[in-house]
């Protein structure tokens, strides 16, 4: 495939990292929890760097990445980590940082991430499944509900940081309200909402609850990490009602893809999972397939970026 006929994109999920600058536990030894999202993850590599991404997506023209925390055991650091790589890296890189909304030290963290030029995003991991332990990231699974957390909203709007506050969707239901309280932060519901329940009642209730939150117009859905929800054989045939689903609710406008690199390596199906994604939205018309690919993420997260300037994006 020639330069020219590659398919641009802006990646939103993906995770640089090195484990000799940053502690990352569950790569130190097997982590029952980290495993339960992911599966064997033993052939994970334990580092993984910009040139390593780019060689693995070497079959698309990458205009520009989103780098997401990985679960440092110190958020912080690996934010100014991730800040000295992307000064020197060779395409626009935008950071989101790991944060605490219920900290009691929040705006002195929030404080640091104003200093890295490149960060425009926090999230929080607040998934938990009421079925199964190993899967709860979070101390309880109420806290959408708890007010220290809306607190915490409200002085991230200061910052006007971006905000992902991770979930299973049966956790859904209860980020409208939160979302609604906050209408001038801007939010992105990650892994397309992380349905466990993929029989045709649970999709029935996931789309419900997904149909509640488009209506709220500053909430953006992430399409990536799909092996996570439909496993590591996951086929177009079992997504395609999902994002087809995402689609009709949302419209091309307000959805964004990303690679999910490295762990969308362990897929056995789509290990490049681009192919998968070009053949999902394969439907939709060339401008559309721009803004979900490349235009949208472009637009959402490197506006806001201090020093970024769009003459680095063409096409």
Known sequence: MTLANKRKIVDVHLHLYDHAANRHEFLESEDKMFRALVGDYSSLPRTYLLNDYLADASDVEVEGLVWNEFLSTDPVKEVRWAQRLAESAPVPMALVGLVDLLAPDLERTLDIYAECSHLVAVRQHLGWDE????????????????????QGLKCLAKYKFKCSLEMFAPQLKELRPVVEKNPDTFFWIAVIGWPLDLSEPGFARWRQDMQALSACPNVHVAVSALECVFGMNWAVTGAAPWIEALLELFGARRIMFGSHRPLCKLSRSFPNPYRALERLVANLTDSEQDAVFRRNASDWFFDGMKGWSKTVQTG
């Open 131 to 150: 079925q199964n332990p190993l899967r709860r990231f979070a101390p309880r699974g109420d806290l959408l509900t708890d007010s220290r957390l809306l």
